[in-house]
T-cell receptor
Framework: DSGVTQTPKHLITATGQRVTLRCSPR?????VYWYQQSLDQGLQFLIQ???????AKGNILERFSAQQFPDLHSELNLSSLELGDSALYFC?????????????FGPGTRLTVT | AQSVTQLGSHVSVSEGALVLLRCNYS??????LFWYVQYPNQGLQLLLK??????LVKGINGFEAEFKKSETSFHLTKPSAHMSDAAEYFC?????????????FGSGTRLSIRP
């Protein structure tokens, strides 16, 4: 158990819909990261927040957005969902902002778009 | 731009045999390098990382990796495979000059262990 929690574990929704994935980092961690893992694209970095502020952006679509709240939990919002958005979405957290800090991964949310 | 190439999407070894998972990276600046493991239906777990200093890095579960700048490689090894090592392994690279942590992952290598 990494100490990072993600809800829900599974999510099934239809195309065109909007969903919100939630992540609670390990106690004391200020950085939160979101990743998407799919069969065709592999594991891709989406976005990073540090203490409420966006710090790095990866291959995140404009239909996706994220935020980190004052209590440090984070939400990833996915809208206008397409079949290709079906994937495993991971959240990770780390103590600081630099690359030398180990990232602890949550168990993931499996999103299925039908 | 940084990238990682993992050679072999699937590696199968016998229990007790040497494990060798290959990773080559591309980076215009000194890299940080990582190996992560993903067990079925779980998130990723850090096995080991190279930042600076000693080029031979020891990690958890008996794994180690050697940073070879001249070969731009960071191969993962374990002297003797156990059945419990069966998992997906990801090599990753990040930018030492970045003020944020953007890790680029390889496509992964699935390790199978034969009894």
């Amino acid at each position: 158990d990494s100490g990072v929690t993600q809800t829900p574990k599974h999510l099934i929704t239809a195309t065109g819909q909007r969903v919100t994935l939630r992540c609670s980092p390990r106690s004391g961690d200020l950085s939160v990261y979101w990743y998407q893992q799919s069969l065709d694209q592999g594991l891709q970095f989406l976005i990073q927040y540090y203490n409420g502020e966006e710090r790095a952006k990866g291959n995140i679509l404009e239909r996706f957005s994220a935020q980190q709240f004052p209590d440090l939990h984070s939400e990833l919002n996915l809208s206008s969902l397409e079949l290709g958005d079906s994937a495993l979405y991971f959240c990770a957290s780390s103590v600081g902002i630099a690359d030398t800090y180990e990232q602890y991964f949550g168990p993931g949310t499996r999103l299925t778009v039908t | 731009a940084q990238s990682v190439t993992q050679l072999g999407s699937h590696v199968s070894v016998s229990e007790g045999a040497l494990v060798l998972l290959r990773c080559n990276y591309s980076s215009s600046v000194p890299p940080y390098l990582f190996w992560y493991v993903q067990y079925p239906n779980q998130g990723l777990q850090l096995l080991l990382k190279y930042t600076t200093g000693a080029t031979l890095v020891k990690g958890i579960n008996g794994f180690e990796a050697e940073f070879k700048k001249s070969e731009t490689s960071f191969h993962l090894t374990k002297p003797s495979a156990h059945m419990s090592d069966a998992a997906e392994y990801f090599c990753a690279v990040s930018d030492t000059y970045s003020s944020a942590s953007k890790i680029i992952f390889g496509s992964g290598t699935r390790l199978s262990i034969r009894p």
